[in-house]
C-alpha cells in the first residue's frame, strides 16, 4: 500500500512529502507530476491507501481530478489541496468526493493537523454497530449521529472526544456520504427515519 502525492509544483510536492514522513515513517510515498501517470505507478507501486491531490494539475479541469480519481478508487481517502480559496473550491470538492480540502497557504501546523486528521479518521474503520440503508456505520460514526442529535458544535464534539475540528469535519464528512446526505439536518432526519439514534451511545 503506498500514498500518492500528485502535483506539478515540486516545492509543493516536497513539503507534502515532508509532512507525510513525519506522520506515517514506514508507507511508501509516491510522487507524480500529472494524474495521467497514475495507472501505471500504481502497477509498479501498489494499491493506494491515500492520495493528496493537488487541484489544478496539467490534465485536470476544475474538480475533474477528484471525480477520475473517485471513479477509479472510490474508497481510498483523498486529501485535495489548492491556491484557490475554501470558500471557493471547498463544497464542490467535498461533493465530488474528496474528504478534505487544504488551501496551499496553510501553515505548516495546519496542513499536518489536516493529513494527520485525515490518516487517523482512516484508521477509525472499526466494525460496524449500525446499518443504515446506504450500508453499515462505524462505531465513531454511530457516536457523531448521537452528538448531532444533542445539537453539539464541532467545538464540542471536537472536545468531547479528544480530536480536532478538522477531524471531526473529516468524520462528518464521510458520515454524510455513507448516509447520502449533505447536512447536519439531512442526516439527523435519516437517523431518526432508519432508527439509528437509539443506543448509538
Request: charged share 25%.
Amino acid at each position: 500500500m503506498s500514498i500518492y502525492v500528485i502535483d506539478d509544483h515540486p516545492l509543493m510536492r516536497d513539503a507534502i512529502v515532508m509532512v507525510l514522513r513525519r506522520l506515517r515513517p514506514a508507507e511508501s510515498i509516491v510522487e507524480l507530476e500529472r494524474l495521467d501517470k497514475l495507472t501505471g505507478a500504481v502497477k509498479q507501486h501498489g494499491m493506494p491507501d491515500l492520495f493528496c491531490l493537488d487541484l489544478k494539475l496539467p490534465d485536470t479541469t476544475g474538480c475533474s481530478g477528484v471525480i477520475a480519481v473517485k471513479e477509479v478508487y472510490p474508497n481510498v481517502p483523498i486529501a485535495v489541496y489548492s491556491a484557490s480559496p475554501a470558500a471557493d473550491m471547498e463544497e464542490a470538492c467535498i461533493e465530488a468526493g474528496a474528504d478534505t480540502y487544504i488551501e496551499k497557504s496553510a501553515s505548516s501546523a495546519e496542513l499536518t493537523a489536516a493529513l494527520r486528521g485525515l490518516l487517523m479518521a482512516d484508521s477509525e474503520a472499526e466494525e460496524p454497530v449500525a446499518t443504515s440503508a446506504s450500508g453499515k456505520l462505524s462505531k465513531r460514526q454511530t457516536q457523531l449521529i448521537a452528538m448531532l442529535d444533542k445539537g453539539m458544535s464541532n467545538r464540542d464534539i471536537a472536545a468531547e472526544l479528544e480530536i480536532s475540528e478538522h477531524t471531526v469535519k473529516v468524520h462528518l464528512w464521510r458520515l454524510f456520504r455513507r448516509l447520502g446526505v449533505k447536512s447536519r439536518t439531512q442526516a439527523l432526519h435519516h437517523a431518526r427515519s432508519h432508527g439509528l439514534l437509539s443506543g448509538s451511545m
